[in-house]
């Protein structure tokens, strides 16, 4: 479809919907590989010449069974120990307890958290148990491999690097007044068509504590609008709902609001919500210089958004709220900033954002679907204890 200005100016916009084919190319190989495909590639990579045969049935059911991220998590954490294994000239499969505190070591030295190591570890013990190399435990389970473990642990300590948090801002909360806010970057959104869609991936992430797999697979008939503007959002599925039995999550009037504009400029009535946006400016070719119209072309993909898709657009638009003087930060600590954003930077804000209101951990960890109480309070352990008993009680008679 194309829209032309009413204020008089040579101006001409235009919105093309495309099936990726007017969109910026991005490399990719020409064979389009399985999340299944890539691990099984890697692991037939590395078995043994002698493996017993084992159960086609059963091992399809085991990766049917698997989220996507768990196996991707397993093919890369694979990869690493395959490398690890061509390095030091020992046998990937089955791995050898000893060689697996060896790796250990190396990676702690190299500086990996204690989290990642345990994770690849139990990467290990998946592989050795999907391909039949496990009769009772996998050597994954060794006492000399989970002491390894803990002495990292001990080393380093278990408190995790998490992401920059994306928190509403003062409205909300007084005590945040520096530093990237969601107020701040939708400041910051333009009004045209990547601009509004931009600002209602942010509020729609926010309000619902989207995980970043969640948000990319939004759609409208997702969305059901109550009578006062506000919406709730129906989530098939998600990293703690294997199952999918689904959940739902509340959506406020301005987050609404946001998604119509960006549904009526988009002109999307089915399929993912959040789809990547091409831009297109150029000058179209008249005969008169002065009368030439100023082109913008936005294409709009098929596609929803990726992770490093989603990523970048917190980015780009927290560094143009840096540029429109949105926010404060020190001296120097720009890119730093900007570069601890992440896709879970929204989850991580509204969590800190209902601590600082008073919420208890029972109470967000079910809002936003947290596995448990502990896991959101990693989030907001140092805001929670602004409302903890001791807070409530002793406020009441010392201030």
């Known amino acids: 479809m194309s829209e032309k200005p009413t204020n008089g100016s040579n101006a001409e916009i235009i919105v093309v919907k495309t099936a990726e084919a007017a969109l910026p190319k991005r490399p990719r190989s020409t064979d389009v590989e399985t999340i299944d495909m890539r691990l099984l590639r890697t692991i037939g990579g590395i078995v043994p010449i002698d493996l017993p045969p084992i159960s086609q049935l059963g091992l399809e059911t085991t990766l049917a069974a698997m989220a996507d991220a768990t196996k991707a998590a397993i093919a890369a954490d694979l990869d690493c120990w395959r490398d690890w294994c061509g390095e030091e000239s020992r046998t990937p499969l089955p791995a050898d307890p000893e060689d697996m505190v060896r790796y250990v070591n190396a990676l702690d030295a190299r500086g990996k958290k204690p989290a990642t190591l345990a994770r690849r570890i139990a990467s290990l013990g998946s592989v050795h148990r999907m391909m039949g190399l496990a009769s009772e435990s996998a050597p994954t389970d060794a006492p000399m491999v989970r002491a390894a473990l803990k002495?990292?642990?001990?080393?380093?300590?278990?408190?995790?690097?998490?992401?920059?948090?994306?928190?509403?801002?003062?409205?909300?909360?007084?005590?945040?007044?520096?530093?990237?806010?969601?107020?701040?970057?939708?400041?910051?959104?333009?009004?045209?068509?990547?601009?509004?869609?931009?600002a209602a991936l942010l509020s729609l992430g926010y309000d619902a504590g989207l995980r970043v797999s969640e948000l990319t697979v939004v759609e409208s008939l997702h969305i059901d609008?109550?009578?006062?503007?506000?919406?709730?959002?129906?989530?098939?599925?998600?990293?703690?709902?294997?199952?999918?039995?689904g959940a739902w999550a509340w959506l406020s009037v301005e987050t609404m609001r946001r998604v119509?504009?960006?549904?009526?400029?988009?002109?999307?009535?089915?399929?993912?919500?959040?789809?990547?946006?091409?831009?297109d400016r150029r000058r179209a070719r008249q005969a008169e210089p002065e009368t030439a119209l100023a082109r913008t072309t936005y294409s709009i993909g098929a596609a929803p958004l990726t992770r490093q898709g989603v990523n970048g657009i917190y980015r780009r638009v927290a560094l143009a709220a840096y540029e429109k003087g949105l926010v404060t930060l020190p001296v120097g600590k720009l890119q730093d900033a900007i570069q601890a954003l992440s896709t879970h930077s929204l989850r991580v804000g509204l969590t800190q954002d209902l601590f600082a209101a008073g919420e208890d951990g029972v109470g967000i960890?079910?809002?936003?679907?947290?596995?448990?109480?502990?896991?959101?309070l990693r989030?907001?352990?140092?805001?929670?204890v602004r409302s903890n008993v001791a807070a409530r009680v002793l406020s009441k008679v010392r201030g």
Do not use: M, N
Request: with cysteine; proline share 5%; charged share 25%.
């Open 225 to 245: 609008p109550q009578e006062d503007g506000s919406a709730t959002l129906f989530i098939p599925f998600s990293k703690t709902d294997q199952d999918g039995e």
């Open 260 to 279: 119509h504009a960006w549904d009526d400029a988009s002109g999307i009535q089915e399929g993912p919500l959040f789809r990547r946006v091409g831009v």
């Open 379 to 384: 989030y907001g352990r140092k805001l929670a």
């Open 365 to 376: 960890a079910q809002a936003l679907r947290w596995s448990s109480p502990a896991t959101a």
């Open 151 to 198: 002495a990292v642990r001990r080393r380093q300590g278990v408190r995790q690097r998490q992401a920059a948090p994306l928190r509403l801002g003062k409205a909300l909360d007084a005590h945040v007044t520096k530093g990237f806010t969601l107020a701040a970057l939708l400041d910051a959104c333009g009004a045209d068509l990547q601009g509004l869609r931009d």
